[in-house]
């Protein structure tokens, strides 16, 4: 079975830290005996400047057969002044939805050599290791109606909240498959006491989860998550939640572990033909275009996507072990990026380096 990727580097420091991760594929090919048919191609404004699109009809057709899309990063205030149809954001939405891209994967976990660096006390986040699944393809970033318009003389913005039994049962089963696998204890979020869509969601994980009894069900309103996500944040293990309450939730969490440098996350779809689910990885972090070309930018995050890569399409777990260990070994050698200098300053290492020092520590794990 071929091992077929798609790469959107996109905008920003998209490129920089996915030509790290171009680095780490070939030494997979090179080391392990694991190569990779790698196309690339544009996405966001790098799409728009030369299509007028954010995402051409050819680069959508070119995702839906791939094993996985590996993108880095869209946007840019270049952009700010487009059309809303027509902005960087629109190609990413739209590989999620044509894509049916349904459960984003947002693992926060904190590496012990990092536990000093979260805004919250060490023994909080020493050791955390918690999964959001995130709804991805529904709820109020999709619903109609949509759009501002007159009424009263008044400018009205719409935007509705709406979701379908299926879309939550789906999102619950691949939540309640990754429990089963992990702490076996998933915490379902929502607001339940002010939405109505908040019941339905409440109504049918609860149902879902008479097929999977072994994982420990408990249920909490978002905003009670988020604050349980500061207070103490190793309660949880896995949590579902809604598009909006997940896009919220998961930042909260990426910023436990001190950088959003540091977070990968995986978007799964249904099975294809060959049994691997339609897949896209991509770091948490935006293209942060202050610095952009400076050799500044963290390219672990994007690393560890593709380790997600590694075990979610391509069913290479100890591959992914080894990656994700390469980079723990880093770190706790105290290689840092700029973004992961502490207090006590230092001398920071760049994206090439970064990307030199983890090439080195795979090489170690041979």
């Known amino acids: 079975m071929t091992n077929s990727l798609l790469i959107l580097a996109g905008d920003g420091i998209g490129p920089e830290v996915m030509d790290e991760v171009k680095r780490v594929i070939g030494w997979f090919g090179d080391k392990r005996d694991l190569p990779f048919d790698v196309s690339e191609d544009l996405v966001g404004g790098a799409a728009y400047d030369k ?13 839906q057969e791939v094993d996985a899309v590996l993108l880095g990063a869209v946007g840019g205030p270049k952009y ?19 894509m049916d891209l349904f459960a984003n994967l947002r693992p926060a976990q904190c590496f012990d050599a990092l536990a000093d660096f979260s805004s919250l006390k060490t023994e ?50 691949a939540a309640f498959d990754l429990a089963m696998k992990r702490g076996k204890k998933l915490c379902s979020m929502e607001k339940a006491n002010v939405m109505e869509s908040g019941v339905l969601w409440r109504d049918v994980v609860t149902e879902v989860h008479q097929d999977y009894p072994e994982v420990e069900l ?21 949590i579902y939640t809604d598009n909006l309450f997940g896009d919220i939730l998961s930042d909260c969490a990426a910023m436990l572990t001190g ?23 991509e ?30 399409s391509f069913d290479k777990g100890a591959e ?38 983890i090439l080195a520590a795979l090489d170690a794990s041979l």
């Open 80 to 98: 700010d002044d487009l059309d809303f149809s027509v902005k960087p954001e629109r190609g990413l939405l739209r590989l999620r939805k044509e």
């Open 283 to 312: 770091p948490v972090h935006g293209s942060a275009p202050d610095i952009t070309g400076q050799g500044k930018a963290n390219p672990i995050a994007c690393i560890l996507s593709f380790a997600m890569a590694l075990r979610y």
């Open 218 to 238: 408990s249920h909490m309103y978002a905003d009670n998550g988020a604050m349980q996500l500061v207070r103490a944040p190793k309660q949880f293990d896995v």
């Open 320 to 357: 992914a072990d080894r990656l994700e260990g390469a980079i723990e070994t880093v770190l706790a050698d105290g290689a840092r990026t700029a973004d992961l200098m502490g207090p006590d300053g230092g001398t920071p290492i760049s994206t090439t380096q970064m990307g030199d020092a």
């Open 259 to 281: 950088s959003l440098g540091m977070l990968p996350s995986a978007s799964l779809g249904s099975p294809m033909a060959n049994g691997r689910p339609k897949a896209m990885y």
């Open 124 to 173: 909080i986040v020493s050791g955390l290791d918690i999964m959001i699944v995130r709804e991805l393809t529904s709820g109020v970033y999709f619903g109609e109606p949509r759009g501002i318009h007159m009424e009263d003389n008044m400018r009205v913005g719409v935007n509705t909240q709406r979701y379908t039994e299926a879309e939550i049962e789906r999102g619950a089963r």
């Open 51 to 63: 299509h007028g699109t954010p995402l051409h009809d050819d680069t959508m057709a070119k995702a």
